[in-house]
């Protein structure tokens, strides 16, 4: 079966050899016997890996990605671990490079941000910063509904809190056809209570709460039908009168 050989003959015998010294003689010697990767990263060694090491790491990742030795991921992230001596925003630095390309949600990374950010926190504000934040990175990535984000948000904060969270009317039931649905916190429970509103339950005492505040509102009209005036934003100084 017929073949093929090559054969080198050494390069100093070459007259291309002659004369020449030092990095010139390695790169003509280079071009000689390689081609294709081999002699760019060949060239590469020469021209920078003793005296510049940073510029020739980085020429060698660009290298590795021209001929498909790594893809853009992980060239990217080479680059990052070249270019960012800093742990820290090398860190926060690969975070979006994840998030760049689809390693990783927004979600996930801002939540992971947050995580470094407060990584050695004791501070209790500091505890309550992280928290309220969190809290944003939920509401803003849709994770939370935003009444579900303005309760957690009011108990982070100590903060009383109570909203309407869902109403409807059925015609088939007349008058009597409208249902609403309230929400609160145990904060605004415990205002309702300073001001003189009771109940054995948080339920019981927001009721009476609200019976008060329905009851301070209605307006009869010539019909007879009670209507009730707003309620969401009741004054929080309101008291409850005196039953005796």
Known sequence: MAGRFRYWINFRFMPASWGLVGDAYEEAKAHYYLDGIELE????EIRYKEEEPKTYAIKLNDINLKYKNID????????????????????????DLDVHYNKLSRYDA?????????????????????????LDIEYHNNVITKT?????????KNEPWVAFIDSGYDPQEGIDGFRFELDWNSQWVELLKLHGFVGKTESEVVEDW????????????????TVLGPTTNYPLDFERPNKG
């Open 210 to 225: 609200f019976i008060e505040v329905c009851r301070s509102n209605a307006q009869m009209n010539e019909t007879g039908i």
């Open 148 to 156: 579900a984000y303005e309760k957690k948000k009011s108990i982070i």
């Open 72 to 95: 853009a991921y992980e060239h990217a992230t080479k680059l990052n671990e070249i270019e960012n001596e800093d742990l820290h925003e090398r860190t926060f630095k690969q975070i």
């Open 110 to 134: 801002d939540v992971k941000k947050l995580e470094l950010k407060y990584a050695h926190t004791q501070d209790a504000e500091k505890n309550i910063e992280r928290e309220l934040e969190l």
């Open 41 to 44: 990263k060949k060239l590469l």
